[in-house]
Nanobody, 127 residues
Protein backbone atom coordinates (compact mmCIF):
# COMPACT_ATOMS: atom_id res chain seq x y z
CA UNK A 1 0.00 0.00 0.00
CA UNK A 2 1.33 3.40 -0.98
CA UNK A 3 1.52 6.04 1.73
CA UNK A 4 2.91 9.53 1.99
CA UNK A 5 3.70 10.55 5.54
CA UNK A 6 4.29 14.22 6.36
CA UNK A 7 6.06 15.47 9.46
CA UNK A 8 7.53 18.67 10.84
CA UNK A 9 4.46 20.79 11.38
CA UNK A 10 3.98 22.89 14.48
CA UNK A 11 3.14 26.18 16.14
CA UNK A 12 5.47 29.14 15.82
CA UNK A 13 5.61 32.92 15.68
CA UNK A 14 5.63 35.02 12.56
CA UNK A 15 9.07 35.37 11.04
CA UNK A 16 10.15 31.92 12.08
CA UNK A 17 11.18 28.92 10.01
CA UNK A 18 10.01 25.35 9.73
CA UNK A 19 10.93 22.37 7.58
CA UNK A 20 8.35 19.85 6.54
CA UNK A 21 9.27 16.36 5.40
CA UNK A 22 7.40 13.86 3.31
CA UNK A 23 8.47 10.23 3.30
CA UNK A 24 6.69 8.03 0.78
CA UNK A 25 6.43 4.35 1.61
CA UNK A 26 5.31 1.36 -0.36
CA UNK A 27 7.27 2.28 -3.46
CA UNK A 28 10.09 4.45 -4.72
CA UNK A 29 8.98 7.91 -5.78
CA UNK A 30 12.18 9.06 -7.45
CA UNK A 31 10.44 9.14 -10.84
CA UNK A 32 7.41 11.07 -9.57
CA UNK A 33 6.77 14.76 -9.54
CA UNK A 34 6.34 15.73 -5.89
CA UNK A 35 4.28 18.63 -4.65
CA UNK A 36 3.08 20.43 -1.57
CA UNK A 37 -0.39 21.87 -1.16
CA UNK A 38 -2.04 23.59 1.76
CA UNK A 39 -5.55 24.12 3.05
CA UNK A 40 -6.42 26.96 5.39
CA UNK A 41 -9.52 26.80 7.60
CA UNK A 42 -12.66 27.29 5.55
CA UNK A 43 -10.78 27.37 2.25
CA UNK A 44 -9.92 24.98 -0.52
CA UNK A 45 -6.67 23.14 -1.05
CA UNK A 46 -4.15 25.24 -2.97
CA UNK A 47 -0.82 24.60 -4.61
CA UNK A 48 2.34 25.63 -2.79
CA UNK A 49 5.34 24.12 -4.58
CA UNK A 50 6.49 21.22 -6.74
CA UNK A 51 9.76 19.59 -7.74
CA UNK A 52 10.43 17.45 -10.80
CA UNK A 53 11.59 13.87 -10.60
CA UNK A 54 15.34 14.54 -10.58
CA UNK A 55 15.18 18.02 -9.05
CA UNK A 56 15.76 19.51 -12.48
CA UNK A 57 12.97 22.00 -11.97
CA UNK A 58 10.92 23.57 -9.21
CA UNK A 59 7.79 25.68 -9.29
CA UNK A 60 6.22 27.87 -6.61
CA UNK A 61 3.02 29.69 -5.90
CA UNK A 62 3.55 33.45 -5.98
CA UNK A 63 2.52 33.69 -2.34
CA UNK A 64 5.52 31.65 -1.18
CA UNK A 65 8.13 32.46 -3.82
CA UNK A 66 11.36 33.62 -2.20
CA UNK A 67 10.36 32.28 1.22
CA UNK A 68 9.78 28.57 0.67
CA UNK A 69 12.12 26.02 -0.90
CA UNK A 70 11.13 22.56 -2.06
CA UNK A 71 13.77 19.89 -2.40
CA UNK A 72 14.07 16.14 -2.58
CA UNK A 73 16.59 13.51 -1.63
CA UNK A 74 15.87 10.49 -3.80
CA UNK A 75 18.43 8.40 -1.93
CA UNK A 76 16.35 8.88 1.20
CA UNK A 77 13.05 8.85 -0.69
CA UNK A 78 12.15 12.08 1.07
CA UNK A 79 10.81 15.45 -0.04
CA UNK A 80 11.25 18.64 1.99
CA UNK A 81 9.59 22.02 2.21
CA UNK A 82 11.76 24.61 3.91
CA UNK A 83 9.58 27.51 5.02
CA UNK A 84 11.20 30.78 6.07
CA UNK A 85 9.81 34.18 7.05
CA UNK A 86 6.52 32.57 7.95
CA UNK A 87 3.41 34.71 8.13
CA UNK A 88 0.07 34.16 9.88
CA UNK A 89 -1.53 33.68 6.46
CA UNK A 90 0.69 30.60 6.00
CA UNK A 91 -1.37 28.86 8.67
CA UNK A 92 -2.85 25.74 7.11
CA UNK A 93 -2.73 21.99 6.91
CA UNK A 94 0.10 21.12 4.52
CA UNK A 95 -0.21 18.09 2.27
CA UNK A 96 2.43 16.21 0.34
CA UNK A 97 1.44 14.73 -3.02
CA UNK A 98 2.99 12.56 -5.71
CA UNK A 99 2.22 12.64 -9.41
CA UNK A 100 3.12 10.16 -12.13
CA UNK A 101 2.36 12.82 -14.76
CA UNK A 102 4.97 15.08 -16.40
CA UNK A 103 6.24 18.20 -14.69
CA UNK A 104 4.11 20.73 -16.53
CA UNK A 105 3.36 24.04 -14.78
CA UNK A 106 -0.21 24.10 -16.04
CA UNK A 107 -0.74 20.67 -14.52
CA UNK A 108 1.26 20.57 -11.32
CA UNK A 109 -0.74 23.39 -9.72
CA UNK A 110 -3.91 21.29 -9.90
CA UNK A 111 -4.71 18.78 -7.18
CA UNK A 112 -6.15 16.27 -9.66
CA UNK A 113 -2.70 16.05 -11.32
CA UNK A 114 -1.57 14.01 -8.31
CA UNK A 115 -2.06 10.30 -7.69
CA UNK A 116 -1.14 9.98 -4.02
CA UNK A 117 -1.64 12.20 -0.99
CA UNK A 118 -0.45 12.32 2.58
CA UNK A 119 -2.66 12.87 5.59
CA UNK A 120 -1.42 16.41 6.18
CA UNK A 121 0.50 18.21 8.89
CA UNK A 122 -0.69 21.34 10.69
CA UNK A 123 1.33 24.55 10.55
CA UNK A 124 0.14 27.42 12.73
CA UNK A 125 1.83 30.81 12.62
CA UNK A 126 0.91 33.33 15.30
CA UNK A 127 1.30 37.09 14.91
Amino acid sequence: QVQLVESGGGLLQAGGSLRLSCAPSGRTFSTYTMGWFRQAPGKGRVFVAAVSQYSIATYYADSVKGRFTISRDNAKNTVYLQMNSLKPEDTAVYYCAASSHPFVPAGIVASDWYDYWGQGTQVTVSS
